[in-house]
């Protein structure tokens, strides 16, 4: 059974920064294509950003380049979420998802499996 489980949200102020982590069990993990995704209240899920299997490649979404990055650890089957200069407008449940496409479409298709998500808050 595939499962993913995030950390690392919580409140923070804008300007600050965060790391979220997603832990993986039950996939061959570095076979996966992983990204995170975000869903404000009323708004629809939108991707934020998508690495491949060996952490070579990254992609990402227009809003986010220059404060975001994301990085894998294969040994720990564990996916991160470096969050910096954070926003009012980041405020979201961010979601982890892996996908046995290529990371580049998961932008498009999202993911195979998903996590419950963490809530990131950012004051103004």
């Known amino acids: 059974q595939v499962q993913l489980l995030e950390s690392g949200g919580g409140l923070v102020q804008a300007g600050e920064s965060l790391r979220l982590s997603c832990a993986a069990s039950?996939?061959?993990?570095?076979?996966?294509?992983m990204g995170w995704f975000r869903q404000a209240p009323g708004k629809d899920r939108e991707f934020v950003m998508s690495i491949d299997g060996s952490g070579a490649g990254t992609y990402y979404a227009r809003s986010v380049k220059g404060r975001f990055s994301i990085s894998r650890d294969n040994a720990k089957n564990t996916v991160y979420l470096q969050m910096n200069g954070l926003k009012p407008e980041d405020t979201a449940v961010y979601s982890c998802?892996?996908?046995?496409?290529?990371?580049?479409?998961?932008?498009?298709?999202?993911?195979?499996?998903w996590g419950q998500g963490t809530q990131v808050t950012v004051s103004s």
């Open positions: 039950g996939l061959a993990f570095s076979d996966y294509a």
């Open positions: 998802a892996a996908s046995q496409a290529d990371a580049q479409a998961m932008g498009v298709i999202g993911g195979d499996y």
